[in-house]
């Protein structure tokens, strides 16, 4: 099993930043994918960003040019920066984790709360 474990989100007025962790654990040989996630109250959850163990990335085309995501090895992390937040951001954000870049991994963490007031 891997064990995902989220922080750094908060309340931010539209136009600021916040920067996300995940820190994975356990079985971490199942892992090379890592990524965040989003869902916003009524909606369904879709893919922020993600990136693999070589530093391959991929973004949502609502956030490219504003976030930008990266990953320590050595510390099994993933972070989230994320600039210039518009009230639209706001929703849970869920770090994900799997074998591939090319479907959802198989692990989630509990998520955290970004609201970005405007």
């Known amino acids: 099993q891997v064990q995902l474990v989220e922080s750094g989100g908060g309340l931010v007025q539209a136009g600021g930043s916040l920067r996300l962790s995940c820190v994975a654990s356990g079985s971490i040989f199942r892992i090379n994918a890592m990524g965040w996630y989003r869902q916003a109250p009524g909606k369904q959850r879709e893919l922020v960003a993600r990136?693999?163990?070589?530093?391959?990335?991929n973004y949502a085309d609502s956030v490219k040019g504003r976030f930008t995501i990266s990953r320590d090895n050595a510390k099994n992390t993933v972070f989230l920066q994320m600039n210039n937040l518009k009230p639209e951001d706001t929703a849970v954000y869920y770090c994900?984790?799997?074998?591939?870049?090319?479907?959802?991994?198989?692990?989630w963490g509990q998520g955290t709360q970004v609201t970005v007031s405007s």
């Open positions: 994900n984790a799997g074998a591939t870049m090319t479907a959802v991994g198989a692990y």
């Open positions: 990136i693999n163990s070589v530093g391959s990335t």
